[in-house]
């Protein structure tokens, strides 16, 4: 019989079966640290996301580039709902017809980025799924209990 690999050995290779993976994962680097201009909105995606990541042991280090692409998409994707909010969905353009707003098309490409890069951290259902992360019974899903909460 083969000897079984370690959990962070597993880790590291994926789960390319989809099979549930037993045990909890333990970050092997720690978390990364937030660039130095990151504020306002991103940095506020950064905190929760990356909290809850480190607390389920689902980050390393080396994850910080993916994580400033998906906090700063959130960011573009707050600030248009802003205004997509406050101006509605049809402004008036230079000819002075009514046109789409372009706030639609940048929450569209902000969406498209987060899901994107979201579903790299498990941050849905079916990506939590693919990734084999489990929640314990009992306790519902924790994952999205805490997303939604954070």
């Known amino acids: ?35 130095a201009d990151l504020e306002g909105e ?3 995606e950064w905190s929760r996301i990356v909290s809850f990541l480190d607390k389920a042991g689902r980050i390393e280090s080396i994850d910080h580039a993916a994580l400033v692409v998906y ?10 709902r802003q205004a997509l909010a ?13 046109v789409k707003n372009p706030a639609a098309q940048i929450m569209k490409d902000s969406a498209a980025i987060m899901l994107n890069y ?8 079916r990506d ?5 992360i489990t929640s314990d019974p009992g306790e519902g899903d924790s994952f999205e209990k805490e997303l ?3």
């Open 71 to 80: 906090c700063a998409s959130w960011a573009a994707f707050n600030d248009a």
């Open 1 to 35: 019989m083969a000897d079984r690999k370690a959990a962070e050995v597993h880790y590291l290779h994926g789960n390319p079966g989809n099979r549930p993976q037993g045990g909890k994962a333990k970050s092997l680097t720690g978390r990364p640290l937030p660039p």
């Open 42 to 44: 991103a940095f506020a």
């Open 148 to 150: 939604a909460g954070l």
């Open 118 to 125: 979201g579903s790299k951290f498990g941050f849905t259902p």
């Open 86 to 98: 406050k101006y509605g969905t049809l402004v008036e353009g230079r000819d002075g017809l009514l």
């Open 128 to 132: 939590r799924q693919n990734l084999g």
